[in-house]
């Protein structure tokens, strides 16, 4: 039944309400007639589509956008992941590659067991055909076993062109396996495709030195520390030789993370080199080293090699006073 308008007069009260209320109505019942995705638009974005809005990199800035596809799994960058792993610690590395998914790619590589006594550790330079004095037992057998891991990865007969090389007390720095993924594929967006290295955890950087690119990438000068790092089959032929060759000022031969991050200083073989800044990874510190009197052997190991009491601290708060750069914030660290 059609209602008519006044023909003279001010609409009543009762009127106009009903009319406003009508009108209400059809605009209610146009906006649910609307196609979907025009509703969409004013949601605010999931995590999934994080990814497909990440700001674009600066077209002078000399960083190209990684293909989408590889970004789909962020660690797919990645055609190579490897652990250096002793057999008691190889279920909980397989565990956290099965929170970030990709626990079916990582090979493990056996780590070199750390010599005991001055005979093994005679043998296990002899063996290795290396100058290794003035390291302790522990450096060399961790010198050794990236080598190891580097060399496997340059011997593959599938050549990949990029490993990921982690030790196997790695853990994503946040629980949040999501959000682990989505800072690596928003931070790999904007990697130089030049890279010689990128650091996924680092630790005692000069941090004053980053210079940011873009999602969470800094490019960075040096970083020690070798939990969670990646290198390109041009690259790590270079990060070989240089612990091969690195030699301090008492002719001692450097800890492998130091003789890396020489080498991404200025026109270093591992230069340029970027790391992901807070940390996408950091070291599960419920292994390993973690009782006194371990620590206090540790010193005892590196006093009888040599080293100060000043280079022994320095030593041991690297490793056990894990630091980073922005380590606060996002970590809550």
Known sequence: RRREWPHRGALSGRCLGEHVLLLVCCLLIGSESRPAHTLQVLRPPTRDRLRDISPQPSSDAGHVKVRSDKLQDPFNFFEEIVVVSTPERDQRALLQARTLGFEDRLRIVRAV???????????????SGLHLSG??????????????ALQSFLDNPKKPRTVLV???DYAPAVTDASLTRDRLSSSLQFLDPKWRMLFLGRCWSYCEKDQYIGGDLYAVESALCMHAYALTRDSAPAAIKAMETCRNDRGATCACDRALSLQTRGAGALAPAYAISPNLMTQFRGIGFSSTSEINKDASDGAQHGRSSVEQKRTLKRKYVFAECDSGGLLGI
């Open 166 to 168: 982690l030790e196997d």
């Open 135 to 148: 390291m302790t037992p522990g450096e060399a057998a961790i010198m050794l076993s990236h080598r190891k």
């Open 113 to 127: 067991p750390k010599p005991d006594t001055p005979s093994q550790f005679a043998e296990l330079a002899e063996s």
